[in-house]
């Protein structure tokens, strides 16, 4: 095989899941997104390495060339720090996410002089689609776009809802300068050759929505459309993530223009989800470390079973995992070996 149609390969079985279009097995992803001493240990086990060279990667996100860090490196013993947004946050040991505990914009007279972290914008364009171009595998944009998020750390959450419910000039304001500069950065990755752009927002909680679908619908369905709207433009696929119970906003997200979806299944059911088969692709479940971190091999199967039945139409599921201290590397194995083995879908 040529090196041509190599590189197309795994970016094609990509695309032909997306699209509903038989791909030939299911493409399969892990998210190394652990703290990097968890990371640095796990790579010394023989079962990591052996799970790296049987089951690599068919999406992979494209490093973040020429931009800086989001957050600032931590000297040892140090736990407070801010991020790019001047959020403040308290580390948590052992946690991905710190703990936010100064928002910049707790009144609205700081409005005036918080700005834009505009570094986000230095991306290194020209280093981005050389890498592309040096992979056979389907590249997504290493930015998360992340518009509902954003603005509860720079108002604090509770402020946050408030705003919401009054609805001040200010809000307003807040929200279209944001929206603004997410447009920016999202068609800064878009005039590259990176195959997806990424959108990020928790909307759910345990039983059902932070918010109302008609609050969801009225102001923020319109901006998500603006972002679906830049995809479109440069013939880019959009993967978006959500934890939390958000089946209400799954007709909304695929009217958007969505294309793969990392959300709790397990949280929300596969038989409700089932309604949305060849709609959307699934890009894994967020909550799989928490359901199948101890599970054994014919539980797996039987959960993988179910997912082809309800989900898998010519297409639509993603075997995507994320690395977890709850989840065994054996689990993991089982996991992958079990989509691997599918040879006819």
């Given at each position: ?8 390969k ?26 990097e ?83 986000r ?12 171009c ?7 944009a ?12 720079l ?87 959500s934890?939390g ?7 909304d ?57 309800s ?35």
């Open positions: 095989m040529n090196a041509g149609k190599r590189r197309k795994r970016r094609d079985l990509v695309r032909q899941t997306l699209n509903f279009d038989h791909p030939p097995r299911i493409p399969r992803q892990i998210w190394p997104v652990w703290p001493g968890y990371l640095s240990s796990l790579k010394r086990k023989p079962l990591w390495q052996k799970l790296r060279r049987c089951f690599p990667d068919d999406l992979i996100f494209c490093p973040a060339f020429g931009l800086p860090p989001a957050e600032k490196r931590l000297k040892k013993g140090e736990l407070i720090y801010s991020d790019e947004w001047g959020c403040l946050f308290r580390k948590i040991p052992g946690s991905l996410r710190g703990e936010l505990i100064s928002p910049p914009i707790r009144k609205w007279e700081d409005l005036e002089n918080w700005r834009e972290p505009v570094t914008l230095n991306l290194d364009k020209e280093r981005v689609n050389d890498f592309c040096s992979t056979d595998r389907f590249v997504l290493s930015s998360w776009i992340s518009l509902f998020e954003r603005l509860q750390l108002r604090g959450p509770e402020k946050l809802f408030s705003d919401l419910k009054q609805r001040p000039p200010e809000f307003f304001y807040l929200l279209r300068r944001l929206h603004e500069f997410l447009m920016k950065e999202l068609e800064m990755w878009a005039e590259t050759r990176v195959d997806g752009l990424c959108l990020m927002d928790d909307w759910g909680g345990e039983k059902g929505l932070l918010v109302s679908p008609e609050l969801f619908r009225s102001l923020f369905k319109p901006l998500y459309s603006e972002y679906a709207s830049i995809a479109r433009k440069y013939k880019k696929f959009i993967f978006f993530h934890d119970y958000i089946l209400d906003l799954l007709p997200l695929i009217e958007i223009g969505i294309s793969a979806i990392n959300c709790q299944l397990f949280l929300m059911g596969i038989k409700p989800l089932s309604s949305f088969r060849g709609q959307v692709t699934f890009w894994g479940s967020s909550d799989l470390a928490t359901y199948l971190g101890r599970a054994r091999k014919r539980d797996i199967q039987a959960w993988g079973e179910q997912i082809l039945s989900l898998w139409e010519r297409g639509g599921f993603i075997a995507q995992a994320e690395l977890s201290p709850q989840l065994r590397l054996s689990t993991l194995e089982a996991y992958f070996s079990f989509w691997k083995s599918l040879t006819k879908l």
